[in-house]
């Protein structure tokens, strides 16, 4: 069992930055696969990125890629997104999830993770 925990949401304007930090408890947290969604009002969740472990293996959507970057630090059990040059369509409720690292599927599936943190909300003001 994993529990994940966001923060560091907030309100930014447009070209700002924000760091959404995700807390995992448990022990075994190198062995998960760790991936960043979000879902805007009336909008499906969608894949924003996913860092499968550490030393590699890190996917973008084509929407963030070169804007966020996702890290992990093993020692303390959080996996970080960095979120540089925010856009209005950047607005959502960001979560984090997470699933073994070692089971074969589509890391970019939300059908594909086994826990979620709660959320936490980014607004980008224009």
């Known amino acids: 069992q994993v529990q994940l925990v966001e923060s560091g949401g907030g309100l930014v304007q447009v070209g700002g930055s924000l760091r959404l930090s995700c807390a995992a408890s448990?022990?075994?947290?190198?062995?998960?696969?760790m991936g960043w969604f979000r879902q805007a009002p009336g909008k499906e969740r969608e894949f924003v990125t996913c860092?499968?472990?550490?030393?590699?293996?890190?996917d973008y959507a084509d929407s963030v890629k070169g804007r966020f970057t996702i890290s992990r630090d093993n020692a303390k059990n959080t996996v970080y997104l960095q979120m540089n040059s925010l856009k209005p369509e950047d607005t959502a409720v960001y979560y984090c999830?997470?699933?073994?690292?070692?089971?074969?599927?589509?890391?970019?599936?939300?059908?594909?993770?086994?826990?979620w943190g709660q959320g936490t909300q980014v607004t980008v003001s224009s």
């Open positions: 999830a997470a699933r073994p690292r070692l089971r074969l599927g589509d890391f970019r599936s939300v059908h594909e993770y086994d826990y």
């Open positions: 448990g022990r075994t947290f190198s062995s998960y696969a």
């Open positions: 860092h499968r472990w550490s030393g590699g293996a890190i």
